[in-house]
Structure formats: C-alpha cells, structure tokens
C-alpha cells in the first residue's frame, strides 16, 4: 500500500468515525424528545411555533434528520408536518428537508463506501437490493422502489450512494418518487389538525389500500426489476 493510498484510507476512516459519532450523538440527545413531541401533535406543534421565523427550518431539520437517523420515525414526522404547518407548507417542508437528508446521506456514502452502508443497512436488505450496485438500469428501479409503499426509502438512500447512478439524478428520483407520500401525510396531518375526521379517514383507507397492493405485489414488481437488470447486461454485452 502506498503512502497515498494509506492516506486516503485514514481519511475515510477518520470520516466514518466522525459521521457515526456525529449519528450516535444526535440519536441519544434529540431524537428519544422529538418522537415523544411527534406522539402529541399539539405540543409538537406549539413546539415548532415557538421558534417563531425559524419554525419550519427547524422542522426542515428534523425531516432531513429523519432520512439520517432511522430510529425518527418518517411518516409521524410527515404527519407532524401537515398538523403544524398545513397541506402545502407541510408537503414544501417536508420535501425540502428530505431533499436535504438525502444529499447527506447520498454524499456521506459516496465518499465513505460500503463500510458506512453496513453501518445503517441491515443483512437482508442489503441482500433484497443488492442487484442495484452494479445494475445497468439502476435510475428505472430506484424510481419504481421509492413509489411503491412499504419499501424503506431511507435504506435505498444510502445503498444508491454505491451504485452507478449520477447524483443529480438520484435526487430528482427519490424527491418524485417520495412526493406523493409526502403530500398523502400532510394532507392527513392538515386534517387532523382541522378536525375534519372524514377526510382523514377517506384519505387514510386509500393510504391504506395503496399500501396492502404495494405489498401484496412488491414481490412481483422485484422480479420484473430483476428481469430489467438482466436485460440490460444482456444489452450492454451485444
């Protein structure tokens, strides 16, 4: 090895150990208060309002924390979002925030490799996508995973930070693929906040079933990604 060669990997070590403790840290101090907050959507919303101007940069914050930290919980805080701030406040925020979390991440795995990616990614699902590192078609599945309900979006942000995708590109995808949950919960959260029950429940019985279709089919739909990978090494062989 190198002197270069060592150099760099001390570099990426010395990062691993920053972003982990940096995690670790934000992970014991806030999150345990702001999942309790987000249990009691008055006082999570008095909470935000509280700081005044910077509300919903500090719940732009706590969305963009969401996507790094997994024990947040990500639909409660997109519900918190509607409860406080609205359907389209709420929505706005709550994309700008998930954008930003997922530049992190993205970035943060780009540069730190697969030792970071193990970190936050369990075994199996590291196996259930691992076709993606080196699929020709990565941009198509990535966008067909982020619409389809109960895969964990948060997962495939950091796994996308190894494949071949271009980063621009991985954005503008998990941002479209994620916008219609996000509306879906901040109108539920809008309403809640309203008191209009009725359309929450219409609203949550669609979520509802989108979610069991998603589920009931996301075997099948993993299979004709899988058929898409191998068609296009098929393609890139001729």
């Known amino acids: ?63 963009a924390a969401q996507v790094i930290i997994a024990v947040i919980p990500g639909e409660v805080v997109q519900l918190a979002g509607g409860y406080a701030f609205g359907t389209v406040l709420g929505t706005l925020y709550s994309v700008i925030g998930i954008f930003l979390g997922t530049l992190v991440v993205f970035f943060a795995t780009r540069v730190l490799g697969f030792s970071l990616v193990r970190t936050f990614v369990s075994k199996k699902n590291m196996e259930k996508f691992d076709f993606l590192i080196n699929s020709p078609k990565s941009e198509i599945a990535m966008f067909v995973l982020f619409l389809i309900p109960g895969i964990p979006k948060d997962t495939l942000v950091y796994i996308a930070g ?25 109108y539920i959260g809008a309403n809640l906040q309203e008191r209009d029950y009725l359309a929450v429940w219409i609203i949550s019985i669609v979520a509802l079933a989108c979610f069991v279709i998603g589920l009931l089919a996301k075997d099948k739909i993993m299979s004709m990604i899988h058929g898409l990978r191998r068609s296009g090494k098929n393609s890139s062989k001729d």
């Open 162 to 186: 190894i494949t071949p995708i271009k980063p621009v590109k991985f954005l503008l995808i998990a941002t479209i693929g994620r916008f219609p949950g996000l509306l879906g919960s901040s």
């Open 1 to 63: 090895m190198d002197k270069r060669t060592r150099a760099v990997l001390i570099a990426k070590i010395i990062l691993l150990v920053l972003f982990l403790s940096i995690v670790v840290f934000f992970s014991i101090k806030f999150a345990p208060r702001i999942t309790r907050l987000m249990s009691k959507p008055d006082q999570f919303r008095e909470f935000l309002l509280s700081y005044g101007p910077v509300s919903a940069l500090i719940y732009i914050l706590i969305q």
